[in-house]
T-cell receptor, first 111, second 116 residues
Framework: GEDVEQSLFLSVREGDSSVINCTYT??????LYWYKQEPGAGLQLLTY?????DMKQDQRLTVLLNKKDKHLSLRIADTQTGDSAIYFC???????????FGAGTRLTVKP | EPEVTQTPSHQVTQMGQEVILRCVPI?????FYWYRQILGQKVEFLVS????????KSEIFDDQFSVERPDGSNFTLKIRSTKLEDSAMYFC??????????????FGPGTRLTVT
């Protein structure tokens, strides 16, 4: 497909793990990103992964990349209420200089 | 910590009017970008700017749009004759290097443009 796809909503309980999934478009995309957008704020880069990696861990965040299926996931361990936000997956397609975003997944963390 | 700033935070304008959205990128950054996000939709790339010229632009960035770096600090997006469908949140971003180098883009808080 031509769009970066994400499910729109995810709800978890505080302390649980959250897994946000994304399907991207270009198997040659070199860099894949996760951004966080809190209400009324701009986009904050959480993490990125190079296409020659299949996993990246950064504190509570784990990114998994399946290049064959063009599938990217973000796992947040021990999810907190402060993690409630919209999470955007993004890619830079090969030979391109624009960044394509998914529609964003709204994560709601319940106490 | 350095940050990208944008003014105004909210701009209301009438259809057909010109608007200028202003951004102050991080001072040592060389690449500048504009994105927009129509309410409830995905973030869309508009344009990238380097060395005082446009390096990439999307199909959204038509002749109604222009960008400028009028001095050493500001980066502006001008919409010549606004349409209702231009209503969106406009984000400015900057980075030390271009996208292909995967350097972090720093985003501003956005300007909400409402066209009535």
């Amino acid at each position: 497909g031509e769009d970066v796809e994400q499910s729109l909503f995810l709800s978890v309980r505080e302390g649980d793990s959250s897994v946000i999934n994304c399907t991207y478009t270009d198997s040659s995309s070199t860099y894949l990103y996760w951004y966080k957008q809190e209400p009324g704020a701009g986009l904050q880069l959480l993490t990125y992964i190079f296409s020659n990696m299949d996993m990246k861990q950064d504190q509570r965040l784990t990114v998994l990349l399946n290049k064959k299926d063009k599938h990217l996931s973000l796992r947040i361990a021990d999810t907190q209420t402060g993690d409630s936000a919209i999470y955007f997956c993004a890619e830079i397609p090969h030979n391109n200089n624009d960044m394509r975003f998914g529609a964003g997944t709204r994560l709601t963390v319940k106490p | 910590e350095p940050e990208v700033t944008q003014t105004p935070s909210h701009q209301v304008t009438q259809m057909g009017q010109e608007v200028i959205l202003r951004c102050v990128p991080i001072s040592n950054h060389l690449y500048f970008y504009w994105y927009r996000q129509i309410l409830g939709q995905k973030v869309e790339f508009l344009v990238s700017f380097y060395n005082n010229e446009i390096s990439e632009k999307s199909e959204i960035f038509d002749d109604q749009f222009s960008v400028e770096r009028p001095d050493g600090s500001n980066f502006t997006l001008k919409i010549r004759s606004t349409k209702l469908e231009d209503s969106a949140m406009y984000f400015c971003a900057s980075s030390e290097m271009g996208l292909a180098a995967a350097y972090e883009q720093y985003f501003g808080p956005g300007t909400r443009l409402t066209v009535t």
